[in-house]
């Protein structure tokens, strides 16, 4: 099967720029980077409304809000090389029957994105790099919400062990944990069984992410996690920019760094300022440049928590607008080095110490 049509950008990245309003190097500084999204979330859609990833949608000139915002040809389109794809857990769904569901779920996404040869999905560092010279878009899979597996045995269901990343908790707390939402019911930290099931994704080299989990939890997984082992929080804004129940304070900021993690910097205008409708690129690189200033440029990357129910950024309504983010870094004074290590390069680094090949 062939995806809908799309445009090769390194054909004429100056045409690109001109398209954007950037300099032509925001764009091959795109190009001949790792651009990896550690956070997408196209299955929703898909799953919810039917939705199309493989045909070339349009966005809205200033962003299409909640869903809508990718697809397989704007994902090759903006230069994109990797992305982390969720599957997403439904809290409502009964305990016994989650592990099945998600299980279906999985081999569903993987089908479906390898029914496409531009696609590949990977497990490992290495597949990737056999992806990139391939020519392909690498996919890894993640789930968000640890309590899709009904038990911590049916970890071992996994189809082909392709998930790389289980978020611990979503939007509301479960038997592991609790959430950091408003939704949250109670407030604690990470229970017995989730100390557990955190300890049993390491051991099967599953990455822990810790967005969406409620400080104390944080601190109780920071506690009990293999400190040989990265933490990572995949998709989140910073309070040091902007004070928020979803963002992350700068101590849990050092905490993920001094575990060599990465944190991925989310789309969403609603976590990134109070007025989330003036949201531009510049707000994202504010949060990027205070996750540099307080744990180190080997810290920061990019989890757009597109297609989300997100309101993104009104001039990155979707990945074919990337260069325009390149570009604002390069305007707050980013190097070419440090630009590369947010677009793909830190999470590669994280990947490598759990999943090399």
């Not at 966005?59 to 704007?74: E, I, L």
């Not at 056999?130 to 269901?157: P, T």
């Not at 297609?307 to 001039?315: F, Q």
């Amino acid at each position: 099967m062939s995806l809908g049509a799309w445009i090769d950008h390194r054909t004429d990245p100056r045409s690109w720029a001109a398209d954007l309003a950037v300099e032509e190097r925001a764009c091959e500084i795109v190009l001949e980077s790792h651009l990896i999204d550690l956070h997408l979330d196209t299955e929703v859609p898909v799953r919810l409304l039917g939705y199309d990833p493989g045909l070339r949608h349009e966005s809205w000139r200033n962003g299409t809000p909640f869903f809508g915002q990718t697809d397989y040809p704007r994902l090759l389109e903006g230069g994109v090389t990797g992305v982390v794809y969720d599957i997403a857990t439904n809290p409502l769904r009964c305990r016994a029957s989650r592990t099945a569901q998600t299980v279906k779920n999985i081999r569903a996404a993987v089908e479906r994105i390898e029914r496409n040869p531009e696609l590949r999905v990977v497990r490992t560092l290495a597949d990737y790099q056999a992806a990139l010279r391939d020519g392909k878009l690498a996919f890894w899979l993640a789930v968000q919400g640890g309590n899709a597996f009904s038990r911590i045995e049916d970890l071992d269901q996994i189809p082909g062990d392709v998930v790389c990343r289980v978020t611990l908790v979503h939007l509301t707390s479960s038997e592991l944990g609790t959430t950091s939402s408003p939704l949250r019911v109670r407030t604690r930290g990470l229970t017995d069984y989730g100390r557990r099931y955190l300890e049993a994704l390491q051991e099967r080299r599953i990455l822990v992410d810790l967005a969406h989990i409620h400080p104390t939890g944080f601190w109780d997984a920071v506690d009990c996690a293999d400190k040989e082992q990265p933490l990572i929080a995949s998709h989140t804004g910073v309070c040091g920019v902007y004070r928020h129940w979803r963002n992350l304070d700068d101590r849990q900021l050092r905490a993920i760094a001094e575990r060599n993690g990465v944190v991925g910097i989310i789309f969403h205008s609603g976590f990134l300022q109070r007025g989330e409708f003036r949201t531009d690129a510049r707000t994202l690189v504010r949060h990027i440049r205070h996750v540099m200033d307080v744990a180190g440029e080997e810290t920061p990357a990019l989890g757009s928590d597109y297609d989300g129910l997100i309101i993104p950024p009104r001039d990155l309504p979707d990945p074919t607008c990337l260069p325009r983010l390149v570009q604002e870094m390069l305007n707050a004074g980013l190097d070419k080095g440090q630009i590369r290590k947010v677009l793909g390069e830190n999470w590669l680094r994280v990947l490598g110490a759990v999943r090399p090949g």
